[in-house]
């Protein structure tokens, strides 16, 4: 029987080429193009109430191994994990008024890394002086212990937001999560890539049909306290959604006409904060209360930080549980009910530890992506070229503003962003 080019399948998995991901905006490790962009800013290590002086806690941030503890003198620490003595972990170390002493011989170190005792040598350590262990700068501040892990030179001032200075009475900053274990401390683990999770923020789309059409109303307050129903339409959301480059980062804008006009808008900043409004209660007057933070823990996996402002953990528990599946948080789910009723976690975790970006086929819903895609290369090649890359300030740290929240006004009431480029 002769084959005729009619007759061939078409479309087979056969001979594709090898699948590949865009290391240039995946990979974080030390001398990788976004692990020396990302050196540039400081990022969340710790939660401050979780950081205590009782032990030492291990993390893993931009593929290095670190240690993060606290004094019994107060100050916050993050040094390497391998002692520069022989190796051993500090991790089984043993925190002290003025440092961090090793298990093995007792040498301590300060927050510095400075070598301030050698126990097992004469004198304490006679050339104490040269022993070193590697460390990095951290600040305190919103509740969370910041690290910065880049070129001394180029070490810029730690990030204020406006939204979270002068705390009012009664308000505190609540940064754990009710979680067991580590994830208290040094974040919650998500076992996929960084940029997974912080390119879903300028994906509104997913959220009309994800969290709406497939898997049932997720967002509590959904007809009620929330956006109407008809605001997760997924067929008719198609240009009621603006994308726009900002001071910061960039913005999205869902608008919806309907009894009146009805409004999000969600914002995002480089290189990895999202600011998310109260998805429970849209209330265009409110100030805005929380951030989350999505810090890459090596090439497969990041650690998720959130603060909240607010007078009570109550707005912890509310935040945490504004998504639910099958009226339930995800840890709750059987294995079928996750199939069945799929959220954020399910749909970024499967496309891979690291999401092969050869294999992706965009559409115009997926702008958003493509824009703050662009805007990272653009971070990278500022870092390339010895520029300061977007968010990185001299001199005294300028309060951030945000546009994040709801609009529930007329339409050129709405805060206004730069356009971007399309």
């Known amino acids: 029987m002769t084959v005729t080019s009619s007759d061939l399948d078409t479309g087979t998995g056969y001979g594709r080429p090898a699948p590949q991901h865009d290391a240039r905006l995946t990979e974080v490790g030390p001398g990788t193009p976004m692990g020396e962009a990302m050196r540039r ?70 927050v510095e890394g400075n070598c301030l005792e050698q126990a097992c040598e004469p004198d304490r350590g006679r050339r104490r002086d040269v022993a070193r262990q590697p460390w990095y700068p951290v600040e305190e501040r919103y509740g969370l212990v910041f690290v910065y892990m ?42 996929f890539n960084w940029l997974q999770g912080f390119e879903n923020t300028m994906d509104p789309v997913h959220v009309t049909w994800l969290h709406y059409a497939h898997s049932g109303a997720q967002f509590e307050g959904v007809g009620t306290t929330g956006m109407p129903e008809e605001f997760y339409n997924p067929y008719t959301v198609s240009g009621k959604i603006d994308y726009a480059e900002t001071e910061y980062g960039m913005s999205v804008s869902h608008r919806a006409e309907l009894d009146k006009p009805y409004g999000s808008i969600f914002e995002s900043h480089l290189p990895n904060l999202f600011l998310l409004p109260n998805q429970v209660t849209a209330d265009a007057s409110q100030r805005h209360d929380c951030l989350i933070w999505a810090v890459p823990s090596d090439d497969t996996s990041h650690r998720s930080f959130i603060a909240i402002r607010a007078k009570s953990f109550d707005r912890m528990l509310q935040m945490l549980g504004s998504v639910k599946q099958n009226g339930k948080m995800n840890w709750e789910l059987t294995e079928e009910e996750k199939q069945r009723f799929p959220g954020d976690f399910e749909s970024q975790n499967s496309q891979g530890a690291i999401t092969l970006h050869s294999e992706e086929t965009l559409a115009t819903s997926d702008k958003g992506v493509v824009m703050l895609r662009r805007m990272l290369r653009r971070m990278v090649d500022d870092v390339e070229a010895g520029r300061d890359p977007q968010n990185v300030e001299r001199g005294e740290a300028k309060p951030r503003t945000a546009t994040a929240g709801y609009i529930l006004d007329e339409p050129e009431h709405a805060p206004a962003a730069t356009p971007a480029s399309s």
């Open 41 to 110: 800013y400081w990022h969340p290590v710790a939660t401050s109430s979780g950081l205590t002086s009782d032990l030492p806690h291990r993390t893993r941030i931009l593929g290095e191994d670190l240690i993060v503890f606290r004094t019994r003198g107060g100050r916050p620490g993050v040094v390497f994990e391998r002692c520069a003595h022989r190796g051993s972990s500090l991790f089984y170390g043993r925190v002290e008024e003025d440092g961090i002493r090793c298990c093995y011989h007792g040498w301590k170190f300060d």
């Open 150 to 191: 880049g070129p001394p030179e180029h070490k810029p001032p730690l990030p204020r937001y406006e939204f979270f200075e002068d705390l009012e009475e009664g308000e505190s900053f609540f940064t754990e999560l009710p979680v067991p274990g580590e994830q208290k401390v040094t974040g919650l683990l998500q076992e």
